[in-house]
């Protein structure tokens, strides 16, 4: 099973333009608790590069286009975030990265919990170690 699950966001257009709507327990499979977005990205700088151990995520660019990389620990996939309709569902307990970020980039992320550091496991050898495979 792959582990790229996408959300699409059916966008509400009409001739003055689109709005999508997100809804936690809706169409976010989660209670929305914090909303955060990434922008101003450096050419070539990669961010993420960590897991959380139960916080799970929705992340959607809503302009621009960057490259995220997903890791479970046994298969790593990349999936291109390229749509303000198109959400990809970061689970808790797999590794993270994002690349290649265009300079309009926007990442929009809603996420299921307010913010907590003792949440990051942001050391790839202690990931791979709670997922049993060191
Ligand atoms: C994730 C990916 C997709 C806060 O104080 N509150 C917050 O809600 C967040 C998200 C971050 N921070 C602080 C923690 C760091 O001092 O902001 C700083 C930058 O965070 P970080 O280096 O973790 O940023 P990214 O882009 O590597 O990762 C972020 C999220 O932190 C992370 O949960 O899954 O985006």
Redesign the pocket.
């Known amino acids: 099973m792959s582990l790229i699950k996408l959300i699409d966001f059916p966008p509400l257009g009409d001739e003055r333009g689109s709005l999508v709507a997100v809804e936690g327990n809706k169409n976010i499979p989660f209670d929305i608790k ?1 909303v ?1 977005y ?1 922008f101003g990205t450096q050419k070539d700088i990669a ?4 897991a ?1 151990k139960e ?1 799970n ?1 929705v ?1 959607v660019c809503i302009t621009g286009k960057c490259r ?1 990389i997903l890791d479970n620990g046994n298969t790593k996939e990349n999936v291109w975030m390229d749509s303000a309709t198109k959400g990809v569902l ?1 689970e808790d307990m797999v590794w ?1 990265e ?1 690349h290649d970020f265009s300079d309009d980039c926007v ?1 929009l ?1 809603l ?1 299921s919990e ?2 907590d ?1 003792s949440d ?1 496991i ?1 050391d790839y050898v202690d990931f791979l170690k709670e997922k049993g495979k060191l």
């Open positions: 914090r955060y990434i961010r993420g590069f960590h959380h916080l995520q992340a995220m970061i993270h994002m990442l992320v996420a307010q913010y550091e990051y942001r």
